[in-house]
């Protein structure tokens, strides 16, 4: 499996609150992503990093921003949560990006609830 | 743009059935197709892929092949265990991109 750590693993909060969430990974992969997951909508892609302080937007980018200052971590953070982004989400990462063999892998999630 | 369409489920089945999951998509040029499984309380597990058109993935017992004529990638399994009960995505990746494509995913249960 591939070193991924996701903290924390479970969270609720209030609407309004700031949320940083935080992926960890031991593999030294240059590429790091965050996703959501939504019931019938699969995963869906928030933000991703191409190396450190390097990082773009993705399909459902409103409402988050990311931070990457280490090779290692990539943090999520909501500014003022609301209740549409109570998902779980997950933390993905891939040695290399636009080629055939790039594959990634995926953390073990953080379940978000905001009440 | 980019989509991936699988049945809905969940998909229920009796161990030792065969397992069928279908997996269409919409895309320009030539993807590259994932099934990706996830386990009760985890992440995703890349299961198979295929890079280009008639290539077969295959894994665990699990296989698919790339199907550009249909623009398919169903999920086959000859005889289903108790243990393959999950959730399983399908993706797809532009080779010259980075974001993956999921499909909403496909709960199969198998009952002893």
């Known amino acids: 499996d591939a070193g991924i750590t996701q903290s924390p693993r479970h969270k609720v909060t209030e609407t309004g609150t700031p949320v940083t969430l935080r992926c960890h990974q031991t593999e030294n992969h240059r590429y790091m992503y965050w996703y959501r997951q939504d019931p019938g909508h699969g995963l869906r892609l928030i933000h991703y990093?191409?190396?450190?302080?390097?990082?773009d937007k993705g399909e459902v980018s409103d409402g988050y921003s990311v931070s990457r200052s280490k090779t290692e971590d990539f943090l999520l953070t909501l500014e003022s949560a609301t209740s549409s982004q109570t998902s779980v989400y997950f933390c993905?990462?891939?040695?290399?990006?636009?080629?055939?063999?790039?594959?990634?892998?995926f953390g073990p999630g953080t379940r978000l609830t905001v009440t | 743009g980019n989509s991936v369409t699988q049945m809905e489920g969940p998909v229920t089945l009796s161990e030792e059935a065969f397992l069928t999951i279908n997996c269409t998509y919409t895309a320009t040029g030539y993807p590259s197709l994932f099934w990706y499984v996830q386990y009760p309380g985890e992440g995703l597990q890349l299961l198979l892929k295929a890079t280009k058109a008639d290539d077969k993935g295959s894994n665990k017992g699990f296989e698919a092949t790339y199907r550009k004529e249909t623009t398919s990638f169903h999920l086959e399994k000859g005889s289903v265990q108790v243990s393959d009960s999950a959730v399983y995505f399908c993706?797809?990746?532009?080779?010259?991109?980075?974001?993956?494509?999921f499909g909403g995913g496909t709960r199969l249960m198998v009952k002893p």
């Open positions: 990093s191409y190396g450190v302080k390097d990082t």
């Open positions: 993905a990462i891939s040695e290399s990006a636009g080629q055939v063999s790039t594959v990634q892998y």
């Open positions: 993706a797809l990746r532009h080779n010259a991109g980075n974001m993956l494509t």
